[in-house]
């Protein structure tokens, strides 16, 4: 899948090349760029459909836009291709959707609550995790965790807030923010893992 994603985004800079909308000497920059914007599409209207499918589009909809908010910030493990990820990334959200909808059916606001406070440790512990794709400097990684941190607290209080109205968006909240810190935790001991590998 990757290499079709390639060759339809060398297609579509192509065209623009050759109508003098690019530079010819941009076209490798732009080309990433465009597989960037075509693998992102895909997975936001492959999760976008499982919301509706299973009826809960406003919940997968607030579960998603909070993990990505989280993860952009925090980092975490990474698939070393876009097919592996894609199918891991509708995989874990149709699992977290059911155990979403499972948690909605009773009163669960100690869980979720728990779990919040675990993403905000392991924010405060891991963030931010870099990948190949991501260098960041000191300076960078310093801002990044602050923002993971102070992003997932205003979540928790956000959810506080949702709870105390018993509104039941605070479970996808909480299940963006517990999937967020499972990825971080992972991440992390895949970095450990491999870094004693190569000792």
Same mark, same amino acid.
């Given at each position: 899948?990757?290499?079709?994603?390639?060759?339809?985004? %060398?297609?579509? @800079?192509? *065209?623009?090349?050759?109508?003098?909308?690019?530079?010819?000497?941009?076209?490798?920059?732009?080309?990433?760029?465009?597989?960037? @914007?075509?693998?992102?599409?895909?997975?936001?209207?492959?999760?976008?459909?499982?919301?509706?499918?299973?009826?809960?589009?406003?919940?997968?909809?607030?579960?998603?836009?909070?993990?990505?908010?989280?993860?952009? =910030?925090?980092?975490?493990?990474?698939?070393?291709?876009?097919? *592996?990820?894609?199918?891991?990334?509708?995989?874990?959200?149709?699992?977290?959707?059911?155990?979403?909808?499972?948690?909605?059916?009773?009163?669960?606001?100690?869980?979720?609550?728990?779990? %919040?406070?675990?993403?905000?440790?392991?924010?405060?512990?891991?963030?931010?995790?870099?990948?190949?794709?991501?260098?960041?400097?000191?300076?960078?990684?310093?801002? *990044?965790?602050?923002?993971?941190?102070? @992003?997932?607290?205003?979540?928790?209080?956000?959810?506080?807030?949702?709870? =105390? *109205?018993?509104?039941?968006?605070?479970?996808?909240?909480?299940?963006?923010?517990?999937?967020?810190?499972?990825?971080?935790?992972?991440?992390?001991?895949?970095?450990?893992?491999?870094?004693?590998?190569?000792?």
């Amino acid at each position: 899948m990757d290499k079709v994603i390639d060759s339809f985004s %060398e297609r579509i @800079i192509n *065209y623009f090349v050759s109508r003098d909308l690019i530079k010819d000497d941009k076209k490798r920059l732009y080309q990433y760029s465009m597989t960037n @914007i075509v693998q992102s599409s895909i997975c936001i209207i492959g999760t976008l459909l499982i919301g509706l499918c299973m009826g809960m589009f406003f919940e997968n909809l607030i579960f998603f836009l909070v993990f990505k908010i989280l993860r952009k =910030y925090s980092g975490g493990l990474h698939a070393g291709k876009y097919i *592996y990820c894609l199918l891991f990334s509708l995989s874990a959200n149709v699992v977290f959707m059911l155990i979403i909808k499972y948690l909605q059916s009773f009163d669960s606001v100690v869980i979720v609550l728990a779990f %919040e406070l675990l993403s905000l440790l392991s924010a405060a512990l891991f963030a931010p995790l870099e990948n190949k794709n991501k260098r960041i400097n000191g300076k960078e990684a310093m801002i *990044y965790k602050i923002m993971a941190i102070a @992003i997932s607290f205003s979540l928790i209080v956000v959810s506080y807030i949702l709870v =105390y *109205y018993s509104n039941p968006f605070s479970v996808p909240i909480g299940m963006a923010m517990l999937f967020n810190g499972i990825l971080l935790v992972v991440g992390k001991l895949s970095m450990y893992a491999k870094s004693k590998k190569f000792q």
